[in-house]
């Protein structure tokens, strides 16, 4: 993979952003939307993280992944959205190579564990549903502890397996990324090398992996709704409005990264925004999406504001 470069060669030091446009005036309009969103992220995702915490009601294994997955979703977008914003503000728009190369580990670092945490979830609902009296036996606080570790793992295992390959690429020509943040598929590309091999496994390691865990997640939400379709019970309306949550939530992950890694050397337009709904607009949509189908986090949530915010701001 490596090639003798010419002495008259400079390396790249830096990789400079072409972001979502060029007009100040349309950069200042997506400066706003981009910060009201990252708040909405950050204050959205604390409160579940928090209610979880704090709240007896929602110490159970759904909602112990779910504050989880609040905090990668947290994790993933503040690895993009601060300097994404900041950007907005610029009108060179720069990035350094070892800034670069982090904000793509941390990237996959935290899609990768939260890949792992929904499949996670969907095996906590698949033995809620189709095997309730085994459910606290399977589900213990051990198996919760080895779910969450394996998560952080799989992450790392993930981000590493192409970091390790990625940083070691020789960069001496082209430094321009059409994206609004560094990502594999673009960085790569600008190596000064065949990447033959590593675009291959860029492909495998992200985009068909993602691609067999979605169909995989689908399948065994299919079998929860035929499940509970033919046990017609009082909780089956709570269970279908759950998984229904579950379902929009691991569509909304796995559809983008699933466009952008299994296709990611063509030049199509749609992935700028496919970047943008990964990385921001997913990170706001699924505490929206859990709170508003989920009565008893709605109502922890409430409790949490009256009782600890309340008292913050008095104090």
């Not at 446009?21 to 928090?50: P, R």
């Not at 989880?68 to 947290?74: A, G, P, R, Y």
């Not at 459910?135 to 390790?164: C, D, E, P």
């Not at 990264?257 to 925004?273: E, G, L, Q, R």
Request: aromatic residues 14%.
């Amino acid at each position: 993979m490596n090639v003798d470069l010419p002495k008259n060669r400079s390396s790249v030091s830096e990789f400079i952003l072409l972001g979502l446009s060029n007009s100040q005036e349309i950069q200042i309009f997506f400066f706003t939307i981009f910060f009201l969103v990252y708040v909405a992220i950050i204050v959205g995702n604390l409160l579940i993280v928090m209610s979880v915490i704090v709240d007896n009601h929602l110490h159970s294994p759904m909602y112990f992944f779910l504050a989880n997955l609040s905090f990668f979703d947290l994790c993933l977008s503040s690895a993009t959205t601060p300097i994404v914003i900041s950007d907005f503000l610029r009108k060179l728009k720069t990035i350094s190579l070892w800034g670069c190369m982090a904000q793509m580990f941390f990237v996959h670092f935290f899609g990768g564990g939260e890949m792992s945490l929904l499949i996670a979830m969907a095996m906590d609902r698949y033995v809620a549903i189709c095997k309730p009296l085994h459910y606290k036996t399977i589900m213990n606080r051990r198996a919760l502890i080895v779910f969450l570790l394996l998560s952080w793992a799989v992450g790392f295992i993930h981000t590493t397996s192409q970091m390790v390959f990625t940083a070691g690429l020789p960069f001496c020509g082209p430094n321009v990324v059409d994206s609004i943040f560094c990502d594999l598929p673009l960085i790569i590309k600008l190596a000064c090398t065949d990447t033959y091999i590593l675009e291959l496994l860029v492909i495998a390691n992200s985009g068909l992996l993602s691609l067999v865990c979605f169909i995989l997640l689908l399948i065994s939400y299919i079998v929860m709704l035929v499940t509970i379709w033919q046990h017609s019970s009082s909780a089956s309306s709570k269970a279908v409005s759950t998984l229904t949550a579950h379902i929009t939530v691991v569509t909304l992950f796995f559809g983008p990264t699933v466009f952008i890694y299994v296709f990611p050397f063509n030049s199509y337009s749609i992935d700028k925004f496919l970047s943008v709904f990964y990385s921001i607009i997913t990170p706001l949509l699924n505490p929206i999406i859990y709170t508003l189908r989920n009565k008893e986090m709605k109502a922890a949530i409430k409790r949490f504001s009256s009782q600890h915010l309340g008292s913050w701001l008095t104090s």
